[in-house]
């Protein structure tokens, strides 16, 4: 009975500790979706599958009516554009501040984890730096809408892309770094995966956003929406590391993050197996 009650806690932190890396995904990715379908719905930007585009337009869109729309290049469905105008623009900056929040908080519990099962390093330093940027530009992209603080708001997409790219890449190497099962080279290909599929989404959003086509633009923004939804699913992965974390997670922070302060766990059975070999030589 005490070993099933054991078995029965042990689930039940595992998935408590694994429900973080997989809400950021779900929360984030819904969210999103819910701020574009009221920017949609109130004719902020027009929809994903239309690709005709104007110079000017005789009335603005929020005012048209009629099942035909007149779009311009203001109204390209990109993910700060969904985001702009009110009520949409106040979800979408509650969106961007607690998924800076849930962020900085999966990747300093990804941090202490590598510390705690092996040791730490400069990839997982390097994980950390650029995870903590990624956030910093992610509030200020959130907060400073384009059409009101462009400058800011550029800014903060200018730290938030590119950090958030480097550190997938930095995960998946450090993935790679650690891995010592099936299991784990296994995560590590799908980060890889994931991580290439979001490089070339990037890389074409940010050529053809610099395009003065029409399609270009519209295919840019996109490229955005599946760049920002594989970086999200990205940290869902981690729920295969947390799902193994414990307590002990949190006094490696609370120690200073040194690995020479918390010794691993291999490191600890080592030091339990020398520890009791001296009695029982002493027995003999």
């Known amino acids: 009975m005490l070993l099933s009650f054991w078995w029965r806690s042990q689930v039940v932190s595992m998935s408590l500790w694994m429900i973080l890396p997989l809400s950021l995904p779900v929360f984030i990715i819904t969210g999103l979706w819910v701020v574009y379908a009221m920017a949609l719905y109130n004719q902020h930007v027009c929809p994903v599958n239309n690709w005709l585009y104007n110079e000017s337009c005789e009335e603005q869109l929020p005012f048209q009516r009629g099942p035909v729309l007149c779009c311009t290049l203001d109204?390209?469905?990109?993910?700060?554009?969904?985001?702009?105008?009110?009520?949409?623009?106040?979800?979408?900056?509650?969106?961007?501040?607690?998924?800076?929040?849930?962020?900085?908080?999966?990747g300093l519990l990804r941090y202490a984890h590598v510390i705690e099962k092996h040791?730490?390093?400069?990839?997982?330093?390097?994980?950390?730096?650029t995870g903590w940027i990624c956030a910093a530009g992610l509030i200020m992209v959130g907060n400073f809408q384009v059409d009101y603080a462009k400058v800011l708001h550029y800014v903060g997409a200018g730290v938030a892309f590119p950090s958030s790219m480097l550190f997938v890449c930095l995960q998946s190497a450090l993935t790679y770094r650690l891995a010592k099962t099936q299991e784990e080279y296994r995560t590590g290909h799908l980060r890889v995966a994931i991580t290439l599929l979001a490089l070339v989404a990037l890389?074409?959003?940010?050529?053809?956003?610099?395009?003065?086509?029409?399609?270009?633009?519209?295919?840019?923004?996109?490229?955005?929406?599946?760049?920002?939804i594989l970086i999200m699913l990205f940290y869902g992965t981690f729920a295969f590391e947390f799902g193994g974390m414990s307590g002990d997670t949190l006094l490696?922070?609370?120690?200073?993050?040194?690995?020479?302060?918390?010794?691993s766990s291999e490191?600890?059975?080592?030091?339990?197996?020398?520890?009791?070999?001296?009695?029982?030589?002493?027995?003999?």
Request: hydrophobic share 40%; proline share 5%; glycine share 8%.
């Open 75 to 106: 109204n390209i469905p990109l993910i700060s554009k969904c985001g702009t105008l009110p009520p949409e623009s106040c979800f979408f900056s509650l969106i961007c501040s607690t998924g800076s929040f849930m962020v900085m908080l999966i």
């Open 119 to 129: 040791q730490n390093c400069i990839l997982n330093t390097a994980g950390l730096s």
């Open 252 to 263: 490696v922070l609370s120690r200073g993050g040194g690995v020479q302060n918390f010794p």
């Open 203 to 228: 890389v074409l959003s940010g050529v053809f956003f610099c395009q003065m086509s029409f399609a270009l633009q519209h295919a840019s923004a996109i490229f955005e929406w599946v760049y920002c």
């Open 267 to 284: 490191h600890k059975a080592e030091v339990s197996t020398n520890h009791h070999q001296p009695d029982s030589l002493s027995m003999l």
